[in-house]
């Protein structure tokens, strides 16, 4: 595994985003390619929550969306064998995870290996997990920011593509302390994609090189 070399493509890509709720990282990605920042489409919209709001929005902008509601399947498995094959059909070249609440089976894993990128609240390797702005608030850390990495059948801790660094101000509240991260990953999450099929990114082991 270590030996082998992943580059990304260069072409225009085709883009399933899966999310659970407000859709905010969905919007500027989408956003991003309106304005003609990023070579690719959205081509579905997935969510596992019927009323999440990112999935009105992807409706109101003309996208497709699909839910599926997990307890309609026998296990977590089944679940994304589904959702694979949805994406299959779609030919969906990468898979943005953007506040979908759902950790991914190593099958899911396995098929989208290298083409499966997620944004996470705070510099990763710390603080993974739920809630992370608030962990960084509660450890008493100076600066947090939000990570772009590709993802792996370990949660929050594959291949790093970019992040940006948040100061924390004394008197942050998690809400305040969030937006200023959100406003980060916002603009993190499109360049991440932009890099991705612009085939520039290269992933060796767990480090992600950005090819000039
Ligand atoms: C974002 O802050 C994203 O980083 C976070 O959920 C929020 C979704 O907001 N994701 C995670 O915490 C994943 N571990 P959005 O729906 O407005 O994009």
Redesign the pocket.
Known sequence: MENKVFTSPKKKGRIAVL????????MAIHDAILAGKINAEIVLVFSNKKDAR?LQIAKERGLETLFLDPKDFPSREEYDKRIVEELKKRDVDLVC???Y?RILTPYFVNQYRNRIM????ALLPSFP??H?QKQALDYGVKFSG?TVHFVTEEV?AGPIIIQAVVPVFQYDTEETL?AR??EQ?HKIYPEAIKLFFEGKLEVRGRKVYIRE
Do not use: T, V, Y
């Open positions: 999310l659970s709720g407000r859709g905010s990282n969905f990112g995870l953007a506040g609440m997620n944004i996470h609240p997990g739920l992370a939000a929050d969030s991260i959100l990953e």
